[in-house]
């Protein structure tokens, strides 16, 4: 949307691309079993890849919020909508809000094989992250968010990787805030729920309501 509040600096294509390529590579380091003559070769660039990287990064990792004329400081992506999309660290997923209905959403989620724990489940502290990162993607997109005071994970039925998902995200307004129930399926299953507490703030009472624009190099 044209209006959307601005939660931080959109990524760069460049560093989407490159997020998903790392998942699927670590994905591939976790699946072999026997040293390989390529691994020898990314230790090689990753070395000269890190040098090139740190030269170009800013000198002071603090996020950058609001306007910085020196551009000494770190600016600070979105972490509002689909974070997993450029951090490979967090998981990606589909969410879209109901038509006529913003207090529902509903999503498709795949684990790949990074967020394993037991054998060909997913690690459990990862859908803590999951049930976080589209309970305030929910609440961000209707325009109302805030810090999350609180997050609790019932585990109902193991949760499988490589395999399609579906959620969905209930909301409604209390008299503290916001409180969004969130569940997991494999079909019908449910696999897990996610109650998530947070705080209800429009955009411009949020830290970060103004970012500073991103500089031109």
């Not at 460049?14 to 997020?19: E, I, L, S, Y």
């Not at 306007?67 to 400081?73: F, H, M, N, Q, S």
């Not at 609440?139 to 609790?152: F, Q």
């Not at 969004?180 to 019908?188: K, N, P």
Request: aromatic share 8%; proline share 8%; charged share 25%.
């Amino acid at each position: 949307m044209a209006d959307a509040p601005r939660f931080g600096e959109k990524p760069l294509p460049q560093t989407v691309a490159a997020a998903a390529a790392i998942r699927r590579l670590t994905g591939l380091l976790l699946s072999i079993e026997n040293e390989h003559p390529a691994v020898d070769d990314m230790l090689v660039r990753f070395a000269q890849w890190e040098t090139d990287l740190a030269e170009a990064a800013p000198p002071d990792v603090a996020p950058r919020i609001g306007a910085d004329p020196d551009g000494l400081r770190r600016l600070y992506l979105d972490h509002a909508f689909d974070v997993g999309a450029y951090n490979p660290s967090f998981p990606e997923y589909r969410l879209a809000v109901v038509d006529g209905h913003p207090d529902t959403a509903t999503g498709t989620v795949t684990f790949p094989l990074n967020f394993e724990g037991p054998p060909g489940l997913v690690h459990g502290g990862f859908l803590g992250v999951f049930f976080d990162c589209v309970t305030q993607h929910h609440n961000c997109a209707t325009r109302l968010s805030g810090k999350t005071r609180s997050l609790t994970v019932k585990y109902r039925r193991p949760t499988p990787l490589l395999t399609e998902l579906t959620f969905d995200v209930q909301r409604c307004e209390t008299e503290r805030g916001l409180t969004s129930t969130a569940r997991l399926r494999l079909d019908d299953e449910v696999l897990c729920i996610g109650l998530v507490d947070t705080v209800a703030l429009p955009p411009e009472r949020l830290t970060g309501a103004a970012f500073g624009a991103r500089q031109q190099r």
